[in-house]
Nanobody, 119 residues
């Protein structure tokens, strides 16, 4: 049974930092492209960041324009975990953040972790 479990969310002041983690189990983690999405109240779910491991060539990363330069996505295949380091957080970053795993026709979602940016 595949499980993706997010953690690390919480309440932070504007300008602060948080690191989200997503621990995966029940899948061959290194074969999956891993993504972070977020969904704010009343808005559609949006793609935040993607990381894909290319064999021994390292990772390819991509980001939404709204977070580029502030967020960093990374993965540790030995720990079956993907991370999202979030710096200089803004109130508009407030959302539920979801982990997503994709390979071929198979995809899985985590249940999400709440991030609230407020003074």
């Amino acid at each position: 049974q595949v499980q993706l479990v997010e953690s690390g969310g919480g309440l932070v002041q504007p300008g602060g930092s948080l690191t989200l983690s997503c621990a995966a189990s029940g899948l061959t983690f290194s074969s999956y492209t891993m993504r972070w999405y977020r969904q704010a109240p009343g808005k559609e779910r949006e793609l935040v960041a993607t990381v894909t491991r290319l064999g021994n060539s390292g990772d390819i990363r991509s980001y939404a324009d709204s977070v580029r330069g502030r967020f960093t996505v990374s993965r540790d295949n030995a720990k079956n975990t993907v991370y999202l380091q979030m710096n200089n957080l803004k109130p508009e970053d407030t959302a539920v953040y979801y982990c997503y795993a994709l390979t071929g026709p198979n995809s899985y979602w985590g249940r999400g972790t709440q991030v609230t940016v407020s003074s």
